[in-house]
């Protein structure tokens, strides 16, 4: 029945690595993303505050016409695992970068999954209306993949699927009808007694399967945009310059799902070769001599635009 709307072929062709289906409007765990906000762990990140809070109780309160939803998992494994051949190799200058940024050409994952979301909805029923939730919108999306029964939340707060680890991004299409298709039983917890990714963050960022943002190295390197106090722990990470994968990184069900992955493919070279393979100081000296403008030009439709050229400064200055 669930092969009946999408062929595998076209699946693969998407890098989707896998999908389901939920007619379920509220999340299930509202309550922990309130409290969190309570509590004032969500740091600099307000635009998880306020009404954009309320909103992501019900997705009906954001789609007063939502029925149910589709939810695809987006595959950045193979970009991963080059990447991280690459950090082992004489080339590297040390510095990281989180692996989703390579994903999807290395282009904003925002605008390339979009593409590939309008792609799958042109094989809905006619008649069927839709929204997309790719990120930016007020849905807390690993709670709708978890309704759809696509796996479990980790300790690091990453929704893991069982066979294919985490490193994936969620996007789903949101439908004004229900579909005539079954609907998985949501997976229970495999992390077990587990505790690698809470043990080996290097800022004590991890809690009671939520992060506090304000202690997280992505948050810093990624949403603040000039001058900042570093969290404690940060600077002797391992080079992390914009993002980070160290809790996913040491999680077992990454290294099962990758240790399958043999097929290669190439790593966007514009951000490789200036942020991974030039020397420190002179990544520093081409930044500082470059506008912002200068900036926006060479690193445009590429994550690394949101950040910009300061904050990357001030990122890699912790390194040199
Ligand atoms: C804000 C945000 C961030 C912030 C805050 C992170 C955070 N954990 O909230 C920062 C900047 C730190 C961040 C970092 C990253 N992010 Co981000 N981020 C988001 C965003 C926009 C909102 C997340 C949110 O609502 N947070 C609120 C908190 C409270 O929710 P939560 O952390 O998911 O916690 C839930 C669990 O704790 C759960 N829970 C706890 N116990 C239990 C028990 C049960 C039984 C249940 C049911 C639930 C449950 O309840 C909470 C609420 O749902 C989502 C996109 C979206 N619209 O959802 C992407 C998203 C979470 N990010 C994503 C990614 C890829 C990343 C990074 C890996 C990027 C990188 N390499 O640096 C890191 C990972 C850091 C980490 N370990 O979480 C992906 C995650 C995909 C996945 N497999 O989980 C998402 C889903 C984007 C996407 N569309 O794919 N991110
Ligand atoms: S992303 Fe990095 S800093 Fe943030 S919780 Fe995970 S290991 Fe800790
Ligand atoms: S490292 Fe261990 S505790 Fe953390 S998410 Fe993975 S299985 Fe769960």
């Known amino acids: 029945m669930k092969s009946s709307l999408f062929k595998p072929s076209t699946l ?7 999908w389901g289906y939920t007619n379920s409007d509220e999340a299930k765990s509202y309550n922990i993303y309130e409290k969190w906000i309570e509590k004032g ?40 695992k080059m990447l991280d051949r690459f950090y082992q190799s004489s080339e590297s200058n040390g510095l990281k970068i989180g692996s989703y940024v390579f994903g999807f050409g290395g282009k904003d994952y925002h605008k390339v999954l979009r ?41 690091n ?29 949501e997976d229970t917890d495999h992390c077990g007694q ?23 190295i992505s948050t810093y390197t990624i949403e603040v945009f000039k001058e900042g106090t ?35 493919t190439t790593l966007n070279p514009q951000i490789q070769d200036f942020f991974l393979k030039t020397p420190v100081d002179e990544i520093l000296k081409k930044l500082k001599e470059m506008t912002n403008r200068g900036f926006r030009k060479v690193f445009k439709d590429t994550p690394l635009e949101r950040t910009g050229r300061l904050g990357l400064l001030k990122n890699i200055k912790l390194f040199k």
């Open 12 to 18: 693969k062709d998407l890098g989707v690595l896998d």
């Open 41 to 80: 762990h969500h740091g600099p990140l307000a635009y998880l505050t306020g009404e954009k809070k309320d909103k992501r109780k019900k997705i009906s309160d954001y789609y007063p016409e939502f029925k149910s939803a589709l939810v695809f998992l987006f595959s950045y494994q193979k970009e991963k």
């Open 115 to 155: 593409e590939k979301l309008e792609t799958l909805a042109s094989y809905l029923p006619e008649g069927i209306s839709y929204k997309l939730s790719l990120d930016t919108q007020p849905i807390l999306e690993r709670d709708l993949a978890y309704r759809a029964g696509l796996g479990w939340f980790g300790k």
């Open 157 to 185: 707060s990453m929704f893991i699927n069982k066979k294919e680890g985490s490193f994936f991004i969620i996007g789903s299409l949101l439908l004004n009808d229900t579909l005539d298709l079954p609907v998985q039983s």
């Open 194 to 216: 587990c505790t690698k990714c809470i043990d080996l963050c290097p800022t004590d960022a991890i809690e009671d399967r939520i992060i506090i943002s304000q202690k997280c």
């Open 230 to 264: 570093p969290p404690q722990g940060y600077p002797n990470s391992g080079g992390e310059i914009f993002g980070c994968d160290i809790c996913q990184d040491v999680c077992p069900w990454n290294i099962k799902a990758l240790s399958k992955i043999n097929e290669e």
